[in-house]
Structure formats: C-alpha cells, structure tokens
C-alpha cells in the first residue's frame, strides 16, 4: 500500500513524455453527452440471428441453475444502480443475473444479459464504485464489442462450432455440477469468442466514465475500485511469497494492468471534476443481509491475509455489529490458538453491540470450548439452542455439550 503512491507517480511521469500517453487522447472525451440511444440492438443477419437464439436458449437453463443466486431484492437494487448510472431509457433490456463466485468479475452478453458476481459485490464499498463496474461492462455491450469480437474470430470459421459451445454449456447449466459448468462456460466463451482488445477495454473505461459524469454518482469511483485491487492483490502475494501478481480480470493479456487503469481513471476523474455522489450508507444496507453468505463463501478460498485484507477494508468506516461478527468467523475458521482467543473476543463485541443473530453465540461457544474453556462454552452453545432450537446443526450442538 505503501507503494501505490509512488506508482502512480511514476506512471504520471511515463505519461508526460510519451506521445502514446492514454490521458491526453481520453480526457477530452469525458464530456456530459452520451451516443444517442434509440433501443437496444435486435440482430440483423443469420449468424447473429443464430447467435441470439443460442444465448436465449442458455438464458433460461441458466436462470434455474445453482450458479444464479436467487435473490429478487438484490437483483432488482443492483438493475437499479445500473439505470441511474446509463440511464433509464437505456438499461430497460438488461436482465441482471448474481452468480456465487467469489471473484471479482461481472460480464455482459450481446443479448443483454449481465452478470455480477457475488465476489464483486463484497469488494466495492459504495453505489458508485459498483456503479463504475456495471458502466464499463455496459459500455461494451453498448459499443456491441463481444458481438464484433465473435464475428471477427469466426470468420472463416464454421458458424456451427461456436454454436456448439453455447448448446453445450447451456445444456449443461440445468444438470448436476451447474456451477462448474457455468465457469468452464465462461472461461471457453469469452475468454476465446469474446475476448475485448486492450482498446476496446480503454473505450469501455471512457464511455463509461461518461455515464459517471452525467449519473448521480462520483466519476472518482472507478480509481478507487482498481487501487483497492491492487492492495487486496498485494496483501495476498505476501501471504504467498510470490512476485507475480494474480490478475483480478481473468484475461491478463487483453485487459489494461490495474496499475495503467488506476491512473487513467484517476486522470478523467479529475478532468471532468464532477461532485457526484458514492452512497456507501446506501448500499451496505442493500447488501447487509446477503454479506454473511458471500463471506462464508470467501473464506472457502482459505485465504485469511487477503480475506482479512477485504473485511478490513469493509469496515474503515466503523466496526459494525454485522462486521465484528464476520471478524469473529474469519478467526474462528483459521482456528490457531490465538485466533480462537480473538474471535471469541469478536463474537463478545459484536453481541454486546446488539448483533442478534444466534450464529454469534454459535461461532463464541465453538470458539471457546476449542480453546479449552469448556464449561463457558457449552453455557454459551445452551443459550445458542434455546436461540435457534430448529438450526440445521441443532442435533450435533447438543451432543456436542451433553443435553439430552
């Protein structure tokens, strides 16, 4: 973190004596009017017409599929998001889908459908930032770069055997192993099909920096997004000892580095000198009751510095009942013996901060008998029963501490 200061200046001064420099060529660009929207794109000939159909065949098999996280609430906030950043008369075709995967990602199809990942939502910390994401993902759609994408990589090829790919994972989004299925998919279709240039990324960024500027919310929002990337990816590789650092797009040799998006982010930000809004009050109470799901899902990754990293970089605005908890879980799944001494701790200050959920006194108790205080663990595991008599693990709690 340290660092991230000196880098930045560096890349300013790369900047200034390179004729290439992305700034002056985008700055001038970052001005309050949009292309003009009529409606949302229909396919035109035979192969996008075929393209179309594929995808609305993958759609509906999706929509079902244990890779969707089926929350309508949820759904609908982040759709809202997405029209007050691109406009309402634009985002009325979008169908939102949240995928439990713990990455940092979101993409969107030449059909319209777009998906967020649970990963994403944990990371950005205010409406803005989430609003900087879905602005970039939409701008590729709007600017019909993955339909460009597609058509320029099969030409010459048969239609056929891209459209067996789209058959194949969407046949295989309704069955068994769904999840997997649907980032094999993933990786296959827009890693290979739908693969974006390094310009039509910097376009993306510009477009959507625009929708920043003439939106609510504050065009500073994307930076912020891509420096706290580069902290979390830092944190990790000292945890690893590795010198490469893990690249949070998925597709390292077509995406801008975070260190080059930080900085030209920063510059259109200061260039167009909006006042607009983050709404992070906002949007961590839309997010609230979904948070304890998508950690337990990041702590799946067995990756406590870079985890311990996120939930601490959640909270620098205060430590709230829901977050002491979540700090209590981080330790207490990590389990050495001072960590089960600080996640006790955690649990005690979340309940005395008015945490209700019996989990709390689950997670306190746990802690406590394996750190050898037996008796006021299993007290606190009683309270957690009477609490929750019909929890899933009610009948293991309680043989656990002896009651019949």
Known sequence: MRYRGAILKLFGLIGSLSSACFIPAYASEVRPTLPLFEHAYEPRDLDERGLWQKWDEYEKEFARSPAVYHAPDLVNYVKGVLCETVGFDRCGATR?????????????????????????????????????????????????????????????????????????AAAAAGGSGAYQHHRDYRTSIYGEVYRYERDQERES????????????????????????????????????????????????????????????????????????VYKASEYMEAIRSYMPEFFDDQLQRNDFSATKFLLEQIAQDGWTPDLLFLQGELYRKRGNPRDLVTAATAYLNAIEAGYENPNAWRGLGLSQMRSGAQAEGKQTLKTYIRMAPDAPDASMITLLIGEE
Do not use: C
């Open 96 to 168: 939102i889908y949240i995928v439990r995967d713990t990455n940092f990602n979101a993409s969107m199809a030449p059909n319209g459908i777009m998906s967020v990942n649970t990963g994403l939502l944990l990371r950005v910390k205010n409406e803005a930032e989430l609003a900087s994401v879905l602005g970039h993902e939409f701008a590729h759609f709007e600017q019909r770069h993955s339909l460009n994408s597609f058509k320029k990589r099969r030409r010459g090829s048969d239609l056929v055997s891209w459209m067996t790919i789209v058959a194949g």
């Open 205 to 276: 960024d510009i477009l959507s920096a625009q929708y920043l500027v003439i939106s609510p919310y504050s065009s500073g929002a994307g930076a912020h997004v891509w420096l706290r990337l580069l902290d979390e990816d830092a944190e990790q590789a000292r945890e690893r000892k590795r010198s490469r650092r893990r690249q949070w797009t998925g597709w390292a040799d077509s995406h801008p580095s975070s260190f080059e998006r930080a900085d030209y982010l920063s510059r259109l930000a200061e260039e167009a000198n909006d006042e607009g």
